[in-house]
């Protein structure tokens, strides 16, 4: 299978962008020392004309001492929850993000393009994230006014009055990834600073070059040193700040092992807070009455949606002995059945894939299950170029092989075949995994039983249909190795920040301070104001 060559449409061409830029305490700087060339995977026909990366520009390779001004920065706003931002009044706070908003409007082409040309992500979906992206702000900036709303009044208990309100909790250190680098990491850094904490910013390493064009965006909606952005290598950047024992919230998605290893470069974990989405092996449970047309269809998008690389992507397939047959032939016929191409072209499902190491490792993995028995059921299954994998669907899968065990991120299926409920089940108990599960089935005799066990062995049991994060309303999270803390429109407000209360005993004294102190909006904790 060769890399495919073809036109690019004017609409989809960009301009390198050689960014120089980064912000700390309010001020854009501009970068004068190494940087790092950004390609993406997508190929263009160089000076030779022979076809490679397209080079789409560069970025700051930043160091320890960049790293650490930014660090001193944040903690310098945050004052000890003494500085300008932690104690603006809510709505004062709201009126930034609001803005920011209307800025990042203007950004919306550039920053989807860039979204398919740096990960690879169809056009559609590329829209779709900076959309979703906006709508998460916007929601999230309504559920903090109904937070506020149920904290504007007092309560009494025992003869003590209290009102209570969530404070923030100070320095974020906040790292997104690079499956969907605007929206998964706005997800942690909106509602961070929404709380009143100030931020330290590393975009991920694929998909970093979407986030210079907000920027100015950034410096000019908020205070100084509420949000710093800094540029280069997780381990160089981030290891230095954690040392310093600065951080009191660590926002990262990704993987286990490097939030494990931050926190362990922290010097008072006992401190530190922490928001991780991590990986999962999210399966799905076909039951021998599931109706196959919703089955197929399901895990088709659940488990290739993005060419599989979602943490919430289905990464095991549990079929029924009594129906494996059929749903691996028609599940592998919808497989051969998905277009290829470029993230801009109409009806694309599978694109190229951004990591340039990804296609040797789904080939390893593919090989090592081969090897130990399993077969490649769909025609096209295993194809592979440079930066591109066409989906294999694995059958039979066992224990012995690393698909079973490893989370692809990739496009590779495997399917296991049951004949007790018990087999599928006791794999998700001992799994490190604990995110989502789908079950597939018609007979509440049959699923009722499942859920009961299925709810204290993941967070979120999806009835025919595929595993999700939306509606983001809903709470995100995970047991065991998949996450620590809950996300969502509401939940993450919670995340970020802490109850803190006045405490008053009744009595005539309190009382008229009480009263004076909301009326006269000396304090802007102490406010019974309704925000409309």
């Not at 390198?16 to 060339?37: A, M, R, V």
């Not at 398919?116 to 992206?133: A, L, N, V």
């Not at 690393?402 to 018990?422: A, Y």
Request: aromatic fraction near 8%; hydrophobic fraction near 40%.
């Amino acid at each position: 299978m060769s890399n495919i060559q073809q036109i690019i449409p004017d609409g989809i061409k960009i301009d390198p962008i050689f960014n120089t830029s980064y912000l700390i305490d309010g001020e854009i700087k501009e970068w004068k020392g190494s940087t790092t060339k950004v390609f993406s995977s997508i190929q263009s026909p160089n000076k030779e004309n022979v076809m490679k990366p397209t080079l789409l520009g560069s970025v700051p390779d930043m160091g320890e001492e960049t790293a650490l001004e930014a660090s001193y920065a944040a903690e310098k706003a945050f004052n000890r929850g003494q500085g300008l931002w932690p104690t603006l009044p809510v709505k004062e706070r709201i009126k930034c993000l609001e803005n920011f908003v209307e800025k990042m409007r203007l950004e919306r082409e550039l920053v989807s393009k860039l979204l398919m040309w740096e990960i690879g992500k169809t056009r559609i979906d590329s829209y779709k994230e900076f959309d979703k992206t906006i709508t998460y702000i916007t929601d999230t900036i309504e559920a903090y006014k109904k937070l506020d709303r149920k904290s504007a009044r007092f309560e009494k208990e025992s003869g003590i009055h209290a009102h209570i309100r969530r404070s923030p909790l100070g320095v974020v250190l906040c790292l997104g990834p690079y499956n969907y680098p605007l929206n998964e990491t706005f997800c942690l850094l909106i509602p961070a600073i929404l709380m009143g904490n100030t931020t330290v910013f590393k975009p991920a390493k694929l998909g970093v070059l979407l986030i210079t064009p907000l920027l100015k965006a950034f410096q000019e909606s908020f205070p100084p040193g509420v949000v710093n952005i800094v540029f280069g290598r997780g381990r160089t950047i981030a290891s230095p700040i954690m040392r310093t024992g600065k951080i009191d919230v660590l926002a990262l998605i990704g993987h286990s092992s490097s939030a494990v290893a931050l926190q362990d470069q922290h010097p008072n974990k006992n401190k530190l807070r922490l928001a991780l989405g991590l990986e999962a092996k999210n399966p799905a449970i076909i039951l021998p009455d599931a109706d196959l047309d919703i089955a197929v269809k399901e895990c088709i998008s659940g488990s290739l949606s993005y060419n599989g690389q979602r943490c919430t992507a289905l990464k095991i397939l549990y079929v029924h002995d009594g129906i494996v047959d059929e749903f691996n032939k028609r599940f592998a016929k919808a497989v051969d059945e998905l277009k290829y191409g470029m993230p801009w072209e109409e009806n694309v499902f599978l694109t190229p894939l951004p990591e340039p190491n990804k296609p040797e490792y789904i080939r390893d993995l593919v090989d090592d299950a081969l090897q130990n028995g399993a077969k490649i059921l769909n025609a096209r299954g295993g194809e592979m170029t440079s930066n591109y994998c066409y989906p294999a669907v694995l059958f039979p899968v066992s224990k012995l092989m690393k698909v079973f065990h490893e989370e692809q991120f990739g496009p590779v299926v495997p399917i296991v075949s049951f004949s007790n409920i018990n087999e599928p089940l006791n794999d998700i108990a001992e799994s490190n995994y604990g995110q989502q599960v789908s079950i597939f089935g018609k007979d509440t005799k049959s699923i009722g039983p499942l859920v009961d066990i299925l709810a204290n062995l993941v967070c979120r049991i999806n009835l025919n249909s595929a595993c999700q994060r939306g509606p983001d309303v809903y709470p995100f999270t995970g047991r065991k190795n998949s996450a620590v803390a809950t996300l969502s429109v509401f939940d993450a407000l919670r995340t970020f920040s802490i109850r803190t209360f006045v405490a008053s005993k009744d009595n005539e004294i309190n009382t008229s301070i009480l009263k004076k102190l909301v009326e006269s909006e000396d304090s802007n904790f102490m406010s019974t104001e309704y925000l409309f």
